[in-house]
């Protein structure tokens, strides 16, 4: 059985950093690409950044958090990271890792076979 379990959400003020992670266990975590989700009340899941499976050579990010959020992966821990720096108020949301058993980076949230339960990050000013 698959669990993901994301952790290191919180409040944290604009212009801050926080790292999220996401533990995974029950697959086989080098052959999964990467995904984070977030979701903001009252709107839909937006794609926030991916990172392909095995060395992790290839990323992706919306284009609202590049140059800002950073992504990526420790195979040895079964552990996929978020680094967000220069957070801004309308980054508030509950962030979701998400995993595909695919080659490249899939950015869209119905490619994802995996999900965990979500962290919730708070910016405030």
């Known amino acids: 059985q698959v669990h993901m379990d994301e952790s290191g959400g919180g409040l944290v003020q604009a212009g801050g950093s926080l790292r999220i992670s996401c533990a995974t266990s029950?697959?086989?975590?080098?052959?999964?690409?990467m995904g984070w989700f977030r979701q903001a009340p009252g709107k839909e899941r937006e794609f926030v950044a991916a990172i392909s499976w095995s060395s992790g050579r290839s990323t992706q990010y919306a284009d609202s958090v590049k140059g800002r959020f950073t992504v990526s992966r420790d195979n040895a821990k079964n552990t996929v990271y978020l680094q967000m720096n220069s957070l801004k108020l309308e980054n508030t949301a509950v962030y979701y890792c998400a995993a595909r058993q695919a080659v490249g980076v899939p950015t869209q949230d119905w490619e994802y076979d995996h999900w965990g339960q979500g962290t919730q990050v708070t910016v405030s000013s």
């Open positions: 029950g697959l086989n975590f080098n052959n999964y690409a």
